[in-house]
């Protein structure tokens, strides 16, 4: 059991809205602290009543639990989330995997679509969108390092400490590598790594690197990050294997890999599907999960203080 009460989080990301959703089915409403000169009431006496948080009400009928508000804060929704993950936990409806997890259980029969998971572990964030834009302005940075070499080398030649002809293997060596880097044509690459990616950031998490294979892959929308996959890549790596904590969604389906199609009797409209299914195939192999690994719906991503 996890020692919730002394437990602080730092979230790197946050789905708030399915937290809210999730929120409001576990505790019969979402706790609020956005009405105006009541924020400091509920701040401090919000707190579990008969295991359920206190609820503020609006004025009049209005009932604050299923609706937004312009004040709430980012505080205010890890307040909610912690409420949240702990009830879950005293529940059981949870399941830990990290390295306590005996991971020869590790087999089809033990996820279900829906289940949620806490798994600690290896965690890697790819944006896809900023490694394609890296891609395309490979040939602009190319041309600027070779341009700062060139006045280095020129420097070098007038010195005499370099022939004319070394300068000339270095120039054609220079053009070279910028002919080679134009002719992957990377606007072709990229455009596809869009198209099948968008602007998700694929979240894989690893929680035993003993077994590479068992990994939960998932997709987070960018907007829920708190900080971006290109800053969190720049302070840690691509590898950020420091314990961190996520809760996730296990994602399966009992759908046959090749699905047939369901006819309707509209000829264009069956047609129309027949093409959808070929190109979901396609999709399919580009970016599909395939067990061991499993496919996850991220909820939260953070690290434990």
């Not at 602080?8 to 929120?23: A, G, K, N």
């Not at 691509?238 to 994602?251: F, H, K, P, R, S």
């Amino acid at each position: 059991m996890i020692e919730s009460d002394t437990l602080l989080r730092d979230f790197v990301y946050l789905d708030w809205e399915r937290v809210r959703s999730l929120s409001a089915q576990l505790f019969g409403g979402v706790p609020q602290d956005a009405t105006k000169g009541r924020q400091h009431e509920v701040g401090t006496k919000g707190r579990l009543e008969g295991g359920v948080p206190a609820i503020l009400k609006g004025h009049g009928e209005a009932d604050y639990r299923y609706f937004r508000t312009e004040n709430e804060t980012r505080s205010f929704h890890h307040y909610v989330y912690s409420l949240f993950e702990e009830q879950l936990i005293e529940q059981g409806m949870i399941t830990a995997i990290d390295e306590r997890f005996d991971f020869g259980r590790w087999g089809e029969d033990l996820f279900r679509d829906g289940q949620f998971v806490r798994v600690v572990g290896l965690v890697r964030l790819m944006d896809y969108a900023w490694v394609s834009t890296m891609i395309e302005a490979l040939p602009r940075m190319m041309r600027a390092a070779q341009h700062a070499e060139n006045l280095s080398l020129k420097q070098l030649r007038a010195a005499q400490q370099i022939t004319q002809k070394e300068f000339e293997a270095k120039q054609k060596e220079r053009q070279k590598q910028l002919s080679e880097l134009k002719a992957l044509k990377m606007d072709e690459i990229t455009g596809l790594v869009r198209q099948l990616y968008g602007d998700a950031v694929r979240v894989k998490v690893l929680p035993e690197k003993k077994c590479p294979s068992n990994v939960f892959v998932g997709s987070g929308n960018l907007a829920n990050f708190h900080d971006s996959a290109a800053s969190l890549a720049q302070k840690y790596g691509y590898e950020i294997d420091a314990d961190w904590v996520t809760l996730g969604q296990v994602n399966l389906s009992s759908v046959s890999e090749q699905p047939v199609s369901i006819p309707t009797g509209n000829d264009m409209e069956d047609a129309f599907e027949q093409a959808a299914l070929g190109v979901n195939k396609i999709v399919r192999v580009a970016s599909a999960t395939t067990f061991p690994a499993v496919s996850f719906t991220p909820i939260s991503i953070y690290r434990t203080c």
